[in-house]
């Protein structure tokens, strides 16, 4: 148990908590449904509740949509530079935990504010615009269709096993410059890393080596790939920042765009009025994209701020060098913004699905392609594409950060 205490109450805002009465963020308590989680803080705290991270971690847990824009827009009182951490700058925290795998410093655009984010980040969207427009939808439906081919025959699939889990990863393995044979062991990694645990730091250092690699040959063996366009940017990154780029793409890119194509299966699948207006023509699949970009966020929470100064969010008081963690899915949820969630949001992108403000997601159009191509696909391979078991058959596993698809049984004509 971390011994740090929580905050108390400033000006009538959050109670007194201490580390026995903060709600566990992770383990058993979030692993079926998190929204039972986030309604119950929301109860007891509002919009912003005391939460403690794996290895008993305090962290402020974002609820509210409001508050979420204010952290995600002001960089300059809510900063991503994870060397203001108090807890870590103090000795709290292992350099070896779980917890820094998701929201320690690195030498990439996510860990930096200002100038040196604008100079990382501009390395990473001119290459991303790059590789999109060089046939990338090509790539997606020659994976697509391979992966199709291995159940074509037998009028029966999982379409999270068989199909979502690892199209992305073989995706990027293309754009990346990367063997294709390793697109199934970085998926495994990736998934490893967000969830946490033990071998959280052993899956990082497999996808480091495979990229240190990569980085080392595309120098002496440049390509039109994501990994040459690093190198040879006129941001003059360095070899440590170019190799946790590519890991910051092929983690965030993999496990956001498969989570999600997962999530639009689903509800085209669980839905006929989905179903039927993508056949008919009357709805296009980036409509699906944004129901789910409500509902299902890829990313649940995301990590982490650090306050900057002592302030109130929220009717909380946030002290100087605190941990913050966006509640994406618990913001887009949030009943004083959407007070109904069951009418529909078609038109409506101002979701916290892609994250907001300077740190945006930037690769999100190369995963809405990825995610259309590969529905576009699979419902032109397989007719009379259906659900096998009962809606409510479904389940998924959370963890701290995201909330997965179990799984996506499914039959079809042969």
């Known amino acids: 148990m971390n011994d740090q205490t929580l905050p108390g109450p400033v000006d009538g805002g959050c109670p007194v908590v201490n580390g026995e009465d903060v709600i566990r963020l992770y383990g058993p308590a979030v692993s079926t449904d998190p929204h039972v989680i986030y309604r119950r803080l929301r109860g007891e705290y509002g919009s912003v509740a005391p939460v403690l991270l794996e290895g008993d971690v305090p962290a402020w847990l974002v609820l509210g949509y409001r508050e979420n824009r204010r952290v995600l827009d002001n960089p300059l009182q809510f900063s991503r530079d994870s060397r203001i951490w108090r807890d870590f700058r103090e000795g709290r925290i292992d350099a070896t ?85 390793e697109g199934r062991n970085l998926a495994e990694s990736s998934k490893q890393v967000i969830k946490g645990g033990a071998d959280a730091l052993t899956h990082n250092e497999r996808i480091m080596g495979i990229l240190g690699e990569l980085a080392a040959r595309k120098r002496t063996e440049p390509g039109s790939d994501f990994a040459s366009g690093l190198i040879e940017h006129h941001s003059g990154l360095d070899e440590e920042e170019i190799v946790n780029h590519l890991r910051l793409v092929l983690i ?103 994250s907001a403000g300077p740190h945006e997601c930037p690769g999100q159009n190369l995963g809405q392609a990825i995610i259309e191509t590969a529905v576009d696909v699979l419902l032109h391979r397989l007719p009379g594409l259906r659900l096998a078991v009962s809606p409510s058959e479904l389940t998924s596993t959370a963890s701290t950060w995201e909330s997965r698809l179990d799984s996506l049984p499914v039959e079809f004509a042969v």
């Not at 820094?100 to 990473?124: I, Y």
């Not at 269709?145 to 293309?174: C, H, S, W």
Request: glycine content about 10%.
């Open 97 to 181: 935990s779980p917890l820094m795998q998701m929201v320690g410093w690195r030498p990439d655009c996510v860990s930096q504010d200002g100038e040196p984010h604008r100079r990382l980040r501009g390395a990473v969207t001119d290459n991303l615009y790059a590789v999109a427009g060089r046939g990338i939808r090509r790539h997606i439906t020659h994976f697509a269709n391979k992966q199709i081919d291995a159940f074509a025959d037998t009028g029966r699939a999982d379409l999270v096993a068989d199909f979502a889990e690892y199209l992305p990863m073989l995706v990027l393995t293309r754009v990346f410059g990367l063997a294709e044979r």
């Open 252 to 354: 965030t890119a993999h496990t956001m765009t498969s989570n999600l194509l997962a999530r639009a299966l689903q509800l085209v699948l669980t839905d006929a009025s989905w179903l039927s207006g993508l056949v008919s023509g009357q709805l296009n699949l980036s409509a699906v994209v944004e129901e789910v970009m409500w509902n299902s966020p890829p990313l649940a929470v995301l990590p982490g701020r650090f306050a900057t100064a002592d302030l109130e969010l929220g009717g909380c008081p946030v002290k100087e060098g605190d941990l913050l963690v966006l509640g994406l899915a618990a913001g887009n949820h949030d009943p004083e913004i959407r007070p109904d969630t069951g009418i529909s949001v078609q038109g409506n992108a101002s979701h916290l699905a892609f």
